[in-house]
């Protein structure tokens, strides 16, 4: 027993950090990829008046 724990501990002890570093890195990778940039704006979006994403030729006169 290295330090008092077993090595179960120690396995979970890694697998813990090894997770914990993954999703740093994947906030870091969508933070850069701006993410959270518009973090307010896709509520007010879905509240816009959606005829506009209808191309104007396929709209019934």
Do not use: C, H
């Amino acid at each position: 027993m290295l330090m008092g724990l077993s090595l179960g501990t120690w396995m979970l002890i890694t697998v813990m950090i090894a997770f914990s570093g993954s999703a740093i890195l994947m906030w870091f990778a969508a933070r850069n990829n701006g993410q959270f940039e518009d973090v307010e704006g896709i509520k007010y979006r879905m509240l816009e008046d959606g005829e506009y994403d209808i191309p104007p030729s396929q709209l019934k006169e």
